[in-house]
């Protein structure tokens, strides 16, 4: 695939220092990826990425600090728990799980973090084009057996 | 890296049994202090065994970290 | 240390608490090469505190059936706990070892979260009761060092001259379980206003934690030969000193009493005005992190309880909705730290924070996803 993906972050402005790797909101090495600094990764609204994806986005990705280390005690993990779910809910609708992303690293971290964003990148640019997620395409990926369409999530 | 986890642990599982073997000794000599120190060292040996367990992924957290 | 630091202008205070935050981060990166994050012990320096009170109140009881309470027989009981109770030498360095731990874990935690800014805004609760956690700790540590009535009781501070008699003892002893005691109260107090208080360490810390305090116990013994019996015409002289109890009676050495108790309650002052004397960040500094209390958009709530349950600082709670029959979700803003997690929880966009709404949100997404943007431009 030619083209680069859209990517689109929120990223904790707790975790990983963002000064010396971005540059107006968008990574310096990814410049196809736009950094979103949010209070805390759980202020994320698991909304806001199907929205993201809805109107184009080839991938959305939430940081937090490490778990365990939340300057709000529990935000990264509830975060986590988040993007679970919102990964089987759009599963459903035929949107690859590896299109959204929970990472986590801390202040220091800024390689392992650039590294992980760029794996996460390269994950989605070999998919097969984004359908739009509300409209039913040919899954993206096969789903795995034992995930009733009705299911509740 | 996982074999040197499993010597590890291995290593661990001997050290273990030798306090083990300490605790009863203690025990049976009336040394207490042997034995308390061995229960210590038995504890700390779990410790550790449990750590590589946790590097090997075979214990863990639910759901392993992304 | 807290009042010489905040003696000092508010910039190099500024730059000295950024430069330890930097520190105890990077120490962190450390750790986790070695460890996990779910085994991070500096992630869990509360838990391990708990940890240790607990091994603490079990190897009291213990403790506390075999020991006399009066002049002639506490000396030798505690000798008799040591050498002929089976096993009870053990319980008695588990008890001394434990304490210690509980000591180191308790500052361990009081610098972390002191370091880390995790004592600002609505975090004060824990940390006012915190101080006095480890108040009522230092002043346990020390009526338990009295009780021993070894050498090192004769501090002359509390109970020296005349008055000693077999109810000093007695006395001691409850002053030794009494706070011990009230530390459940202040427990209470330390994680009320804590959604769900990680108390109890990663397994593998617990082993390790209780495994060193009983190879420590096994290994450096508390015998008859260390200390010799209070007598009381003697004098301390030179004995093993517990670094951490006891720290005062050695500063008693070089310092007036005087001087050291209002050392003592200088730190303690110091302690209690530390989140409210300095900031490490202007507002200005803080910038996303400093949005403003939530607000619950009343039309929107549903009465979900999901932001209620989410919130890791108990500041939501729900009252019944005028009107409807439902619940409506309503933020005490002196408890809430301005972090947004209710803001993620709520499915229904009842929730926002005054600086930071959720246009603002989607408008950088939009902006992000404009066409063209991205590749050629960097803005
Ligand atoms: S922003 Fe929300 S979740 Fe955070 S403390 Fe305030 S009310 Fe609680
Ligand atoms: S999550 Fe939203 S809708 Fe539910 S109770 Fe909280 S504010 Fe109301």
Redesign the pocket.
Known sequence: MTQVPKVIGFICDWSVDLKPLSDGGRLRELPNVRVVQVPCSGFVRPDWLEEALNRGADGVFVTGCPYGDCL?REGNFLMRDRIDQLQRRLQRRKVDTARIGMLAFGLHDGAAFLAEVKAFVDRIAVLPPAQPARTAGRPAVAQPAGTPEGERT | MRTVYTMGVALLSGLSLLFAVGIIYGEATDQWFLGGGSVGALLIAYSFIVLLLRKMGMTGPRKTER | MSTVVERQTPGRYARLMTTLLRETLRLDVWVNRLYPTDFNPLYYTGGLSNLFLFTLVLSGIFLFFYYDASLGEAFASVQYITDRVPYGGIVRGVHRYAADGFIVAILLHLLRNWFTDRHLF?RDNPWISGMFLLLFGGFIGFTGYQLVWDERALTRLFIGGLGISDGTLVRILFLHIGPATALYAFLWWHYVRLRHPKIWPPGVWVLFCVGLVFLLAGVVPMTRETIPAAAPAAHPTSFPMDVFFLIPFWLLNFLPAGVVVLLLVALFVGGLAIPYASRRETPVEMGVRHSG??QVIDGNCTGCEL?YY????N??VMVPSPGHRSLLAV?IES?????????GACPFEA?E?PKFLERDVLRQVAEALRPGSGQAVRA
Do not use: F, K, W
């Open positions: 709000n | 609505a209390v939530a932001c989410d919130c890791p600082y500041a939501i933020v408890r809430c730290v301005e972090c947004g997690i209710c803001i929730l924070l």
